[in-house]
């Protein structure tokens, strides 16, 4: 485990290295930012919803799988309470103290997948982006991320699979 650990404070250091770019740190505290609570995923899919008529339906299930994800990491947060990185200081600040899973991670992934299938093509690319700010700004472990990741992953395919076959 401490060589995990180890690798962990590694790649963070190497990520939170980046930030001392004040360019990069002001994207990577608005990727963050927009990503708080899952925010910008209702907005995307609320979106979808009302301009892709066609596909409504598609838009306003996946706005409710990533806010289901997103409760997912919380739920799961509040079980592991895994401390956020305190070294060196983060760019921004949180609202809760506990790291894994990566909340945004986990949301920002569901959306990947659920977005990405109606057409929503600049979504993935802007999922994994969020998903590396918040490297960037030092809040999580990579870790956190990569459990963030895999969580929202399976949210999302969990929830496509019940939809499709007419279970959801």
């Known amino acids: 485990m401490d060589h995990l650990d180890d690798m962990d404070r590694r790649l963070l250091s190497a ?3 980046c930030g001392t770019d004040p360019r990069v740190a002001a ?3 608005a990727l963050s930012w ?3 609570h899952a ?3 209702p907005a995307a899919g609320l979106t979808g919803a009302a301009v892709d008529r066609g596909r409504r339906g598609a838009w306003m299930r996946g706005t409710a799988l990533t806010g289901t994800s997103h409760l997912a990491g919380m739920v799961l947060k509040r079980i592991v309470r895994r401390p956020r ?5 983060p760019l921004v600040r949180t609202a809760g103290r506990h790291s894994f899973p990566s909340s945004h ?3 920002a992934t569901a959306a990947a997948f659920v977005f990405g299938r109606p057409g929503a093509r600049v979504v993935p690319p802007l999922a994994a982006a969020l ?4 490297l960037v700004v030092g809040v999580h472990h990579p870790s956190d991320v990569v459990a963030g990741v895999a969580l929202g992953a399976l949210m999302s395919w969990l929830g ?3 939809t499709e076959t007419g279970h959801g």
Do not use: I, Y
Request: proline share 7%; glycine share 8%.
């Open 15 to 17: 990520f939170q290295a």
């Open 105 to 107: 991670a986990t949301s």
């Open 27 to 29: 994207v990577a505290r």
């Open 85 to 89: 990185p305190a070294h060196p200081a």
């Open 160 to 162: 496509v699979q019940g």
């Open 39 to 41: 925010t910008l995923w």
């Open 131 to 134: 998903c590396v700010s918040r």
């Open 34 to 36: 927009s990503g708080e």
